[in-house]
Nanobody, 127 residues
Framework: QVQLVESGGGSVQAGGSLRLSCTNS????????LAWFRQAPGKEREGVAS????????YYVHSVKGRFTISHDNAKQTVYLQMDNLKPDDTAMYYC????????????????????WGQGTQVIVSS
């Protein structure tokens, strides 16, 4: 079973950067969709970015496009989210997720129910 642990969250001022990591300590995955989601207080969880490692296909929601970069190191079983030019609206609990399905042929969908989740890491961006 895939077991995910996130790290790298913290507090930063607007315009700053953070790099989140999510490492799998369980059974190795290969042809799986990897994604980052976030949930702000009082709001629904939203997908942020996804990556399909075999082809490195990536997808970003509009609000983070050009500021966030998702990447993956298969040997380390780790997915990263580099977040630059952070804004107060980016404040949320960030979760990584993995699913054996979800690949559309072009990118990994953020609209499916991902099978495996980490415990989350908090990101706070102050103005």
């Amino acid at each position: 079973q895939v077991q995910l642990v996130e790290s790298g969250g913290g507090s930063v001022q607007a315009g700053g950067s953070l790099r989140l990591s999510c490492t799998n300590s369980g059974d190795a995955y290969s042809y799986h969709c990897l994604a980052w989601f976030r949930q702000a207080p009082g709001k629904e969880r939203e997908g942020v970015a996804s990556i399909y490692p075999p082809g490195l296909s990536t997808y970003y929601v509009h609000s983070v496009k050009g500021r966030f970069t998702i990447s993956h190191d298969n040997a380390k079983q780790t997915v990263y989210l580099q977040m630059d030019n952070l804004k107060p609206d980016d404040t949320a609990m960030y979760y990584c997720a993995v699913d054996p399905g979800g690949y559309t042929g072009h990118y990994c969908s953020l609209g499916i129910s991902y099978a495996y989740w980490g415990q989350g890491t908090q990101v706070i961006v102050s103005s």
